[in-house]
T-cell receptor
Framework: GENVEQHPSTLSVQEGDSAVIKCTYS??????FPWYKQELGKRPQLIID???NVGEKKDQRIAVTLNKTAKHFSLHITETQPEDSAVYFC????????????WGAGTKLIIKP | IAGITQAPTSQILAAGRRMTLRCTQD?????MYWYRQDLGLGLRLIHY???????GKGEVPDGYSVSRANTDDFPLTLASAVPSQTSVYFC?????????????FGPGTRLTVL
């Protein structure tokens, strides 16, 4: 079955700098890759997603890139701000798992003032 | 519009007791999910339902059961709770079509089994 690995587990960056979180997946049939943000004590919320027919997607300071050959996708946050501090989860979905999301373990992003 | 709600917010339960976690959504989403989230780990799928009347097993279904009698409700039952079931439980829903659908999460239930 699908396996998703996420790195790093913790990332600390200076406010204003960029942050990059990377996920690798095992099943080449996976075709949908969302990223969720979970603030402390809150519920996860979708921030951006990408489908396998697209290599990159941007939404203001957030972007996701997908490399299907290498089976990895990354979240890029530019000009980080204190409100970006949270745990970020990647996930992968494919038809073989009946479209259920397989989740990475999460990355705790800390923005230093 | 409430979106998706869960009850109770938190619960302390003696081992061996039966417990039902409730989840209700008013978005008319056809798909619903139950996850558990343990400290330092990601979200692990327990059970899901792609439409009312059907359910499926996720990654960690043992010790849990679900039912989906209607579109709005998706209760999760622990028949005989064990300490390893101590976790935060999230219910989610989505407008399932053919995959790639946003999942909307409830606020979570913090369960402690002693």
């Amino acid at each position: 079955g699908e396996n998703v690995e996420q790195h790093p587990s913790t990332l600390s960056v200076q406010e204003g700098d960029s942050a990059v979180i990377k996920c690798t997946y095992s099943d080449s049939a996976s075709n949908y890759f969302p990223w969720y943000k979970q603030e402390l004590g809150k519920r996860p919320q979708l921030i951006i997603d990408i489908r396998s027919n697209v290599g990159e997607k941007k939404d203001q300071r957030i972007a996701v890139t997908l490399n299907k050959t290498a089976k990895h996708f990354s979240l890029h946050i530019t000009e980080t701000q204190p409100e970006d501090s949270a745990v970020y989860f990647c996930a992968a979905e494919n038809m073989d798992s009946n479209y259920q999301l397989i989740w990475g373990a999460g990355t705790k992003l800390i923005i230093k003032p | 519009i409430a979106g998706i709600t869960q009850a109770p917010t938190s619960q302390i339960l003696a081992a061996g007791r039966r417990m039902t976690l409730r989840c209700t959504q008013d978005m008319r989403h056809n798909a619903m999910y139950w996850y558990r989230q343990d400290l330092g780990l990601g979200l692990r799928l327990i059970h899901y339902s792609n439409t009312a009347g059907t359910t499926g097993k996720g990654e960690v279904p043992d010790g849990y059961s679900v039912s989906r009698a209607n579109t709005d409700d998706f209760p999760l039952t622990l028949a005989s709770a064990v300490p390893s079931q101590t976790s935060v439980y999230f219910c989610a829903s989505s407008d399932f079509t053919s995959g790639g659908d946003t999942q909307y999460f409830g606020p979570g239930t913090r369960l402690t089994v002693l």
